[in-house]
């Protein structure tokens, strides 16, 4: 695309392209949120392959809970809602990572893409509703996690324009870098270690779009030399295990030879539940993302999105047209709400659903949502392989609200929702008269057609908010774990038990860091990338010596 050539992306390059064998000093599976920084940085001083199985960003328009992830070069960063908010320094600490360095690694990241957002009103009476509701103090414009209210940073800049983690590519070096797209790793490949008992990672195959496998190796002679894999939650986690590196009993049953039995590889993957309410609104409702956090003393988050009616002209010839078929984020077709599962969506599904929707009054879809995300969280799950194709999603499994204390937090988090809504400040984004209301859209096919998971209903819980938690809860996309730093990676990210191999994204994490993970995913990628060239050179430093 232009905007690539603008760039100057002339190392990225399609995967069928790629030469059937290559080597470089570091291999990079993941051109996501973690992996796009690290590759940037590594290259300016070592060769690096980044091996990314979707596409270009650029020029691009376009357990019952349904989930989504990225496929393409920028990860996560380039659908998320953009919100950029650092992690607490409880949580630095808490890492073992070295402070100023991360502050560093923080602001290199700031001023490559975040901005401050200019805030519409739905956003600026949500934030004083915040306040209203005891969520002090007002700690205004600011990118540190810190108790109180504040407006936070984005990715998205004045006019409106996604940046995404593929933007830090641009400070990569263009002739030590070479990106390649459409690029689907299947396995890490492994050499035995002479006279150590650990394998090491040797480099990794990959197919491109016609079935065609890559061999890459790590270039012989340079014991600093690396398999990185920055694949995230579901990626990273999925890849070690079809490189024989997991449960030893698990991979047998698909016929994987054990390289390193690891039982914590899949373990402890955590989803922090979101559940939210939709304040609809008299007046229309400009679009607005995340740019607002109340940080409670609690453990819940709360944040909102508005002007869900975004792609419906409000006015004008052919709004009543376009309304009939767009549904904006509520669309079954594509928005984040849809409810209708992936696998599902049929042209006959999909028809039903949209009949549903236009059923609705009109004003069901003019307001915002107000939604809570908790802290943690404390319930976990699993990811297993489904296959040892490594096309196929895995089988993941959340457990959202298992642990009691989780739902507790979620109804502390809708209480504060209602205060917000009920506030002073909110008066004029909600109807006076809520029965009247409430009438209209009982009258208007039922809501109950549209339900925003596949739960069973009424299963657990007969207390109204801990039922409403449990029975409305979606994923705020904020999935990490499987491969904890502890549990499967050292505190310098190494997988454990094997050589020459690191995971470096969302994956590490135990808990979601600050109020919404991306900035911190960008910030490790920078600074592993920074410690990794730092150790090399320490250690060439030495060799040289010799
Ligand atoms: C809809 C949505 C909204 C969100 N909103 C926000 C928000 O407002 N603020 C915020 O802070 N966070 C938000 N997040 C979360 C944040 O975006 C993620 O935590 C972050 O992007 C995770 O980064 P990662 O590097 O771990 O993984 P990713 O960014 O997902 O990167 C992994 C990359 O690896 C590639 N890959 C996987 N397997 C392979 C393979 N075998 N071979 C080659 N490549 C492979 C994938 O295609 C992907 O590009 C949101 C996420 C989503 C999905």
Known sequence: SQEAQRYNFRFVRHAR???????????????????????????EH??????????????????????????????????NAGFYTRASSAYVRASGWDHRLVNASYRWVERALVFRPGVPRWQC?????????????????????????????????RRGRRHTAADFLRQAHPRRLTVFLHATVSRILFRPAEGLARPVASGVVFTD??????????????????VILAAGTLGSPQLLMLSGIGPRLHLEKHGIRTIHDQPGVGQGVADNPMNSVFVPSPIPVALSLVQVVGVTRFGSFIEGVSGSQFGIP????????????NFGMFSPMTGQLGTVPPRERTPEAMRRAAEVMRRLDRRAFRGGFILEKILGPLSTGHIELRSTDAHANPAVTFNYFRDPRDVERCVRGIEAI?????????????YANHTAMEAAFRRAAGTAYFPVNLLPRHSRDTRPLQQYCRETVMTIWHYHGGCHVGGVVDRDYRVMGVQGLRVIDSSTFKYSPGTNPQATVMMLGRYMGLRILKERWIRKGAEDKH
Do not use: M
């Open 314 to 325: 409000l006015h004008g010839r052919g709004a009543a047209r376009h309304a009939a078929r």
């Open 209 to 226: 779009p016609l079935g065609v496998e890559h061999h890459v190796y790590l270039r012989r002679g340079g014991s600093k030399n690396e």
């Open 125 to 157: 009476a949500l934030r004083q509703g915040l306040l209203e509701a005891g969520i002090t103090p007002d700690n205004g414009y600011t990118l540190e996690h810190v108790p109180g209210t504040k407006i936070g940073g984005t990715i998205f800049d």
């Open 418 to 430: 209602e205060r917000v809504a009920r506030s002073r400040a909110f008066s004029r984004f909600t």
């Open 46 to 79: 070592s060769r690096v392959l980044l091996l990314e199985r979707g596409g270009l960003p650029y020029g691009n328009r376009n357990d019952g809970v349904v989930n989504a992830r990225a496929r393409v070069l920028g990860g996560g960063s380039c659908l």
């Open 17 to 43: 392209d790629a030469p059937l064998v290559s080597y470089y000093n570091y291999i990079i599976v993941g051109g996501g949120t973690a992996g796009c920084p690290l590759a940037a940085t590594l290259s």
